[in-house]
């Protein structure tokens, strides 16, 4: 299994990159702090920073607080709250007339950010094996809100045309205000881990491979995401990570292909 799944990983958004998809590349940050507790519970809370264009948009804002409790050596449950701000860049949508093959004008919806909030609850099973190499497969039901909005809009109607059938300019220009209702999803998120954690290494190189499958659309494939990276211990409390990060998106918010650097930081005491 070792062997074949670094291959995977890496033939997996070649074979994704062929399907008629936007391409973004990202950068994603975050910082987390755990605090152990007695009796096996932990409270963790994390915010992150994502981009898109690398460093060009931002893509969203979140911030999360969660509790943990381990049961034995090899499970560990958690529940966690999280909210989002994401942002939606300007979104062009052409419109056609009378079926002529003919521009009838343009809806131009302007650039906006959106709260969401989510709640998840998941369970974590983990082995290291052969002293080295840690399993470990986790299952999450993700709910998450997105609230109403209204969306600045500019319509671009009734255009001119030259004798060539090009448009030169518009006849009517019409700023108008765009509600959007609110929605809810509902997620099974299940991820399969793979690293190297060996007892006296500071490195932990990893490789996953994610599904989110939506509960509420038949099982729709929402979502696949696949990471390879490694952490690194600077003391005991201390760690950073960086990984690699390639997710598919076939959702509401469209159909994208993004490849996304993500870097940590994460504290422990």
């Given at each position: 299994m070792r062997r074949f799944l670094p291959l995977f990983l890496l033939a997996l958004p070649l074979t994704l990159q062929a399907q008629d998809t936007e391409n973004y590349g990202a950068l994603w940050t975050e910082v987390g702090v755990t605090k152990v507790l007695p009796y096996n519970f932990s409270i963790d809370a994390e915010t992150g920073f994502r981009t898109l264009d690398w460093m060009e948009n931002a893509n969203r804002f979140d911030a999360s607080i969660g509790l943990g409790y381990k049961l034995g050596k090899y499970l560990k449950f958690g529940l966690s709250y999280?909210?989002?701000?994401?942002?939606?860049?300007?979104?062009w949508k052409e419109n056609y007339g009378n079926n002529s093959g003919r521009f009838n004008g343009y809806n131009v919806d302007a650039a906006h950010w959106t709260p969401r909030h989510r709640i998840s609850l998941d369970v974590t099973a983990d082995k290291r094996f052969w002293k080295t190499l840690r399993i470990s497969l986790r299952e999450r039901?993700?709910?998450?809100h997105q609230a109403p909005r209204d969306i600045d809009r500019t319509r671009y109607r009734d255009p001119s045309y030259d004798a060539e059938g090009n448009i030169t300019d518009w006849d009517r220009v019409e700023n108008v205000i765009k509600h959007k209702n609110a929605w809810n999803r509902h997620l099974l998120r299940s991820r399969l881990k793979f690293a190297i954690d060996k007892k006296g290494w500071?490195?932990?190189?990893?490789?996953?491979?994610?599904?989110h499958n939506n509960m509420g659309d038949s099982w729709h494939l929402d979502k696949i995401r696949a990471m390879a990276g490694t952490e690194y211990a600077i003391t005991k409390r201390h760690k950073v990570s960086c990984a690699y990060v390639f997710t598919h998106e076939n959702d509401d918010d469209g159909n994208e292909n993004i490849y996304a650097i993500s870097v940590g930081y994460k504290f422990k005491f």
């Open positions: 999280t909210f989002i701000e994401r942002h939606y860049l300007e979104e039901y993700q709910y998450t500071q490195w932990e190189p990893f490789a996953s491979i994610e599904t």
